[in-house]
Every structure is written in C-alpha cells, then in structure tokens.
C-alpha cells in the first residue's frame, strides 16, 4: 500500500518497529543469530566511556532481546569470524563489519571528520607516525601505554591530555591504517592491523565511490529508523549535508524512499521506508540507554512521541531536572516514564536515583509503575544485582515504592 501521510501513532510503531522494539523478546535463551539479527536492523552499537549501569554498547541487545550473555556481543566484536568492528558511525560505535567499505571514504583526507589538533600532530611529526605505525605492525594487538615514548606531557584540558602516541594512534585509526582489536579492561583501546582484524573477505571488497558510500549510509538509516526526516537520516550516521541530500533524492528516484507527510511534523520533508512495516499494535517494554539508536535524534523523538529528552551528564547537578544517567522507559508504542538508574555493585543493588512519570500517555500511574518495576527487577538480575532499592525522588518514586512491596 502506499502511504502519502502517516498518523503520530503510525509515524511510532514505525519507527519501533523498524528499531526492532515492536516484537516480542524471544522465549528461549539469547544466541549469536540473535546478535546478527539485530545488528542487520541497527547497523550499530554507540560506545561510550561512562559506566554508570553498564557499557552502553551492551544496553541496545538487552533493551530488544531481553537477558543474554554480554560474552556474545564480546565475541561477535572481538573475535573471528568479527561481526562487529570499531569505528566512527553515529559516533564512537560497534559497527556491522559488512558496512566497513562504505565507511572508507571517511579515512580519507577531506572527508576525516578528525580533530584539528589530532591532523596537526600527525602533520607536523611524520617520523612519529610511521615509528608509531611500524610499533603496532611489529607488536600488535598493543595499547597506547604499552608503546613507550619519552616526551614531556601537555597539561592542557586538550584532547583528555593525551600522549603524542596515543594523539597518533587515533589519528591512524581514524585512517584506517590501524584498528580496534578490542578494549582492554581499563576501556583503552588495543590497537592492531586491520589485515589482523577484519575478516578478508571485507577487506577484499572493492572500494564504492564516496558517491555510492554515502547513498549506501543513508539507505542503511532509512532501514534503521523506518521513518525519518533529512536530520534524522544525516544524523544516523553523521553523513554531512550536501552528500545526504544527494542520496536521499536518489532513493526517492530509486522508490526505496517514499515522501510522506506526519502529522505534528507537516513543516519537515519526511522520508518513509519502502519496506517498513506498519504493526497495528506495540507491546514493547523496555528501558533504553541514552546512546541507544532509537534516541538518538531528540527532535524526532519529541515530534513522533512527545517525549522530551536530554542527556544530564554534563549539566551541574543543582541544574538537571531529572538525573545524571537517564534511562527513558518505553511501555507499548509511548515513553511514559524515566528512571535515573546506578549499579551500587558494591552492595550489590540497582539503585533508582529518580523515577518521573510522563503525562497523558493513556496509562495509569500504577500500571506503569508495576510494568516498571518488574523491568528493572528483569534488569538487576541481568546485571547480577540482588536487589532495586528505589530512593523517593521524582513524581513516579513513591508509586515505584508501591509496586516494589506488591
């Protein structure tokens, strides 16, 4: 059938649906196709330092599939044959191994989107390089700290003060001439060859033009987010402007875009997936990481879902509204509620910091709260945690007390 406009309610079980939050998790213990499949729909896993709760690469698979052994996200990364390798997408990310030819433009001059302090250094210290370069041919898989060099250290804020080894590596990494064998257990990056890494039969590939790459991208987005605005699609794996608008016209001229209109979004071009599916219900329940893909544009997230959402972590604490490290909590096709959450594994604990509940989303604050509970009950034990203690902060907290005692 083919759609001119989408209702706000079709527009978000769309876009869950092309998340992979509109099914059922599975009834049976998690497996590597489980892994697979989820990385053909998202294409990616957001990494990021902080871990509050859990790394944030390993929230994306339990939010869909439920419980599993994080072990398998490690191997499908880590170890032949790789799935997943690492490199910039949306941003630092877990990246389906089969999309690395279409990620090479970006390891070429003009098209690196590097600091300019990372190019500088590597410009102006090319014997470093190639020292740099040969250390990881000869040593690799091997850290930045691993790699001794003497040289006084920078005190500047700059670039988290790193070494001038480590400001090489990254710029070699972002080349392409190294990469991520895995990340050790302080989360430093383990540097290597890519011949050492990837599997041949991606590194045999041919080369797409930079033309074809960023089409591909886009198509992969589109796939991805199911119904998306230019932004949304740029934004999925930060492809820029002009090259997005580009492929964009060419998947309308191909027919694997369709212009639609959506209500609440009728001043924005939005683009819907020829192959999207349209479920006539939602009966997710899931709590999402902040750098899970189906957040990672705010503005669509506000349109489709009325559901306003930032990140905290760098606001002072006396400023932010809701917490530090936010989970949105996702109960059919709405957000009705978020939850600041930190695994106290000391005492062996999930500790809610905050819960808040959002208005109008046609459940009642009971429902949700049990529905709540029981998910962060789910997710302790994943964790390993033995208990959820809820601290009475936020609109939802004592209603979350409530349902903890039954």
């Avoid at 050790?184 to 890519?194: A, H, M, T, W």
């Avoid at 011949?195 to 198509?219: C, I, M």
């Avoid at 991805?224 to 492929?247: H, I, K, N």
Wanted: charged share 20%.
């Amino acid at each position: 059938m083919i759609r001119e406009s989408l209702s706000q309610a079709e527009a978000r079980r769309v876009a869950l649906a092309a998340q992979g939050l509109a099914a059922g998790r599975p009834a049976r213990a998690v497996g590597i196709r489980d892994v697979q499949a989820v990385t053909n729909r998202l294409a990616q896993f957001q990494i990021d330092s902080i871990n509050v709760v859990t790394r944030a690469h390993f929230m994306p698979l339990y939010s869909r599939l439920g419980p599993y052994d994080t072990a398998l996200l490690e191997r499908a990364a880590h170890r032949p044959p790789r799935r997943l390798f690492e490199y910039w997408g949306h941003a630092a990310s877990l990246i389906d191994v089969q999309l690395q030819p279409l990620l090479r433009f970006r390891m070429q001059a003009g098209f690196r989107d590097v600091w300019a302090g990372v190019e500088r250094v590597a410009r102006q210290q090319p014997d470093l390089v190639a020292w740099v370069r040969e250390q990881v041919a000869q040593r690799g898989p091997i850290s930045a700290r691993q790699i001794e060099y003497a040289e006084e250290r920078s005190r500047t804020s700059w670039g988290w003060n790193w070494s001038s080894v480590k400001t090489v590596l990254e710029w070699l990494f972002y080349s392409g001439e190294v990469t991520s064998a895995w990340r050790n257990s302080q989360f430093e990056r383990v540097y290597d060859l890519p011949a050492k890494v990837l599997p041949p039969a991606v590194l045999n590939a041919p080369s797409p033009t930079v033309e074809e790459s960023v089409r591909g991208l886009v198509r992969k987005a589109a796939q991805a987010l199911g119904v998306a605005s230019e932004l949304c699609l740029r934004d999925y794996f930060r492809t820029r402007p002009a090259m997005t608008r580009q492929a964009i016209a060419q998947l309308v001229e191909g027919g694997e875009l369709l212009p639609v209109s959506v209500q609440g979004w009728e001043n924005r071009s939005m683009y819907l997936w020829h192959a999207a599916r349209f479920p006539r219900s939602v009966a997710a329940r899931a709590l999402l990481s902040p750098f899970d893909s189906m957040v990672f544009e705010r503005a669509r997230l506000q349109r489709i879902f009325d559901f306003f959402y930032r990140i905290e972590i760098y606001v002072p604490e006396p400023k932010r509204s809701y917490g530090y490290y936010v989970y949105p909590f996702l109960l059919g096709d709405r957000f009705v509620a978020r939850v600041d959450l930190k695994a106290d594994r000391a005492a062996g604990m999930l500790r809610v910091n905050s819960a808040w509940l959002e208005q109008g989303t046609g459940y009642s604050t009971e429902h949700i709260a049990e529905q709540l509970y029981a998910e962060l009950q789910t997710m302790a034990g994943w964790l390993g945690l033995g208990a959820v203690v809820v601290l009475p902060h936020g609109d939802l907290a004592s209603h979350l007390q409530r349902a903890a005692v039954g």
